[in-house]
């Protein structure tokens, strides 16, 4: 799935199950963009520095987030803040987190409730986007009432 296609997979997920919810409207914003770093970081070299097939996308959240920053979004200047700093976070999960709890600890700390719950929503939708492209079809070509 190519990625305008997979975010908008993660935002039509989070409007099915997420939505209704007392959520910020920053976690709207960041789902919207939170892979958004991946246009700047696309490579087809491995981790070995080997050419492959496979596009990679490292670090692709750091870009997202400073991108983030500069669209004017219908947000507050902390909001805003909020959105990047999901995008900045939005890979711990997989990278840190399911490997350590102490490191999911410390970023709940860091983040605070508020964020740590907004991030974990992020990462459900990020991963279930990927479950079921006909979901994303069928947004994309949903006609608005």
Same mark, same amino acid.
């Given at each position: 799935?190519?990625?305008?296609?997979?975010?908008?997979?993660?935002?039509? /997920?989070? %409007?099915?199950?997420?939505? %209704?919810?007392?959520?910020?409207? /920053?976690? *709207?914003?960041?789902?919207? $963009?939170? !892979?958004?770093?991946? &246009?700047? @970081?696309? %490579?087809?070299?491995?981790? &070995?520095?080997?050419? @492959?097939?496979?596009?990679?996308? /490292?670090?692709?959240?750091?870009?997202?987030?400073?991108?983030?920053?500069?669209?004017?979004?219908?947000?507050?200047?902390? !909001?805003?803040?909020?959105?990047?700093?999901?995008?900045?976070?939005?890979?711990?999960? #997989? *990278?840190?987190?399911?490997?350590?709890? +102490?490191?999911?600890? +410390?970023?709940?700390?860091? #983040?605070?409730? *508020? $964020? /740590?719950? @907004? $991030?974990?929503?992020?990462? %459900?939708?990020?991963?279930?986007?990927?479950?079921?492209?006909?979901?994303? &079809?069928?947004?994309?070509?949903?006609?608005? !009432?």
């Amino acid at each position: 799935m190519d990625v305008d296609k997979h975010m908008y997979g993660a935002y039509y /997920y989070y %409007t099915k199950f997420f939505k %209704t919810s007392d959520y910020p409207k /920053y976690l *709207e914003r960041a789902i919207l $963009l939170h !892979d958004i770093g991946k &246009k700047f @970081c696309k %490579t087809y070299y491995n981790r &070995k520095g080997e050419l @492959c097939d496979k596009a990679h996308y /490292y670090q692709h959240a750091n870009p997202g987030a400073y991108f983030a920053l500069g669209i004017q979004f219908d947000l507050s200047e902390q !909001d805003k803040y909020n959105a990047a700093l999901l995008i900045n976070y939005h890979m711990r999960p #997989l *990278e840190a987190w399911k490997d350590s709890k +102490k490191a999911e600890e +410390k970023d709940k700390a860091l #983040l605070g409730d *508020e $964020l /740590y719950n @907004c $991030l974990k929503v992020l990462h %459900t939708c990020d991963e279930q986007s990927e479950q079921d492209p006909e979901f994303v &079809k069928e947004f994309l070509n949903r006609k608005e !009432d």
